[in-house]
């Protein structure tokens, strides 16, 4: 089972940028669609960016044209560019595949405000 570990979470000022890593235990080769999730305070769990391969891109319309998802199979990584962030992109951010079926790393939180 491949197991997961996000980081690079933080608090920033609105208009800020981050970047999130996501280090997978084992190869994510096989893994077609990875993806970011968030979760903000007293909200469900939701998708925000996917990634096919390391082509194919789909993103939430709250966050299209600010966030970049990306993957580097010889690293076993996915990476989230996130700019022009907003407080309601406050949430904990979980990486996973698509549909969700490796365990749910601890996410990484991140928190925007002034």
């Known amino acids: 089972q491949v197991q997961v570990v996000e980081s690079g979470g933080g608090s920033v000022q609105p208009g800020g940028s981050l970047r999130l890593s996501c280090a997978a235990s084992?190869?994510?080769?096989?893994?077609?669609?990875m993806g970011w999730f968030r979760q903000a305070p007293g909200k469900q769990r939701e998708l925000v960016a996917t990634?096919?391969?390391?082509?194919?891109?789909t993103y939430a319309d709250s966050v299209k044209g600010r966030f970049t998802i990306s993957r580097d199979n010889a690293k076993n990584a996915v990476y989230l560019q996130m700019s022009s962030l907003k407080p309601e992109d406050t949430a904990v951010y979980y990486c996973?595949?698509?549909?969700?079926?490796?365990?749910w790393g601890q996410g990484t939180q991140v928190t925007v405000s002034s």
């Open positions: 084992t190869s994510i080769l096989s893994v077609k669609v």
């Open positions: 990634i096919l391969d390391g082509t194919a891109t």
């Open positions: 996973n595949a698509v549909p969700a079926r490796l365990s």
